[in-house]
């Protein structure tokens, strides 16, 4: 398959700029793979389509404010959006940085009297290295105070609006393992309340760590699908949640997995055998057409961007001509897209 088969046309103005005022009160496309069609319903009515021993997966990684805006020595503005972490002994970060033609190494970026960092090394690809100087001992305290909800470049907010409402929003609301510089979408729109109702129709409820990382939304840059590769990105799964999960498929019970990044931890994490096996890891795994899914039954997730990897990732476990079909028809309908649109029941 080539990366053009999963392009499409999207009005700009179907692109989420805000979260509804109501987590729960989005739109749900849901599609059928069994006999290739979809019909439009609310989010509110998923326990409609979940059965009693369906095991509903959580990733309840917890976005810290990644994107810090700076200035050198000479009063030059600079975006520095955090990556990853490389060292956490020496405060070395991975990060994308802009405009790079006012960086250079050993050039110093501060972000206020008491955190700054330096530029330790140049990738290529936008990407750079960068050292903080003055790192107290919990970093990600320093970046609650100078940094932004690092939202998706499709959402755009001046830089005098305030990202309070962002900081709850483009969270879900059980996350709690700090590590991730995008949010798992597909949790945004579960409420507490949401959630109980749920397990009082004896759906079970359990959560896996993977935090959402660059190669989640890096550009594919081959054409041939066969060539795309993901970065790897780091996830727990907990020894409770394994025999959970395993327990569940031995007797043949659906496990319907919130959101891509969750698929894809739970697809790299099912062994050779057919069991879960728990503990942390890094998963490495690329889904592509001719993947054959062995761990996930069901499938709940946003809108994704064309010619994207998770767009890639859905319509491999759903079928191209079915997803696109399906995206067609939820542009027509004037669905929201994105980070804070609207869902994707998939079973």
């Not at 392009?7 to 179907?14: A, G, I, M």
């Not at 009515?45 to 000479?74: C, M, Y």
């Not at 409420?191 to 759906?203: E, G, K, M, N, Y």
Request: charged fraction near 25%; include cysteine.
């Amino acid at each position: 398959m080539q990366l053009s088969d999963l392009d499409y046309v999207l009005p700009p103005e179907l692109i989420a700029q805000v979260p509804l005022e109501r987590r729960d009160a989005s739109r749900m496309l849901v599609v059928d793979r069994s006999r290739s069609e979809f019909e439009d319903h609310m989010f509110s009515e998923l326990p409609g389509f979940l059965r009693s021993g369906d095991v509903l997966v959580l990733n309840n990684t917890k976005v810290f404010p990644a994107r810090l805006i700076g200035k050198t020595e000479t009063g030059a503005a600079v975006e520095v959006f955090l990556i990853s972490e490389v060292d956490g002994r020496t405060g070395t970060w991975r990060a994308l940085a802009r405009p790079l033609k006012r960086l250079r190494l050993g050039k110093r970026i501060f972000f206020n009297e008491a955190a700054a960092c330096e530029v330790i090394d140049i990738t290529g690809e936008g990407q750079v290295q960068v050292q903080f100087k003055n790192k107290s001992e919990d970093f990600y305290e320093v970046l609650e105070a100078i940094g932004k909800t690092p939202l998706p470049p499709y959402i755009f907010r001046d830089n005098d609006q305030s990202s309070s409402n962002d900081r709850e929003r483009y969270q879900t609301v059980y996350a709690s393992s700090t590590g991730a510089i995008a949010a798992p979408t597909a949790g945004l729109h579960f409420t507490p309340t949401f959630l109980d109702s749920l397990r009082d129709q004896d759906v079970l409820i359990t959560e896996i760590t993977l935090h959402v990382g660059y190669g989640t939304f890096e550009p594919v840059r081959v054409k041939d699908l066969a060539e795309h590769r993901v970065l790897p990105e780091n996830y727990r799964i907990s020894q409770e949640t394994a025999e959970l999960l395993n327990e569940a498929k031995g007797v043949a019970r659906r496990i319907v997995a919130v959101g891509t990044t969750t698929s894809r931890a739970l697809e790299h994490s099912i062994s050779a055998n057919g069991k879960f096996v728990s503990g942390s890891a890094i998963a490495d795994l690329t889904v592509t057409p001719g993947y054959q899914f062995s761990a996930v039954n069901a499938l709940l997730t946003n809108f994704h961007l064309p010619k994207s990897s998770l767009l890639i990732l859905v319509s491999t476990f759903a079928g191209r001509e079915l997803i696109m079909r399906a995206y067609e028809h939820a542009v027509a309908e004037r669905y929201r897209f994105y980070s804070y649109g609207d869902c994707m029941f998939i079973a």
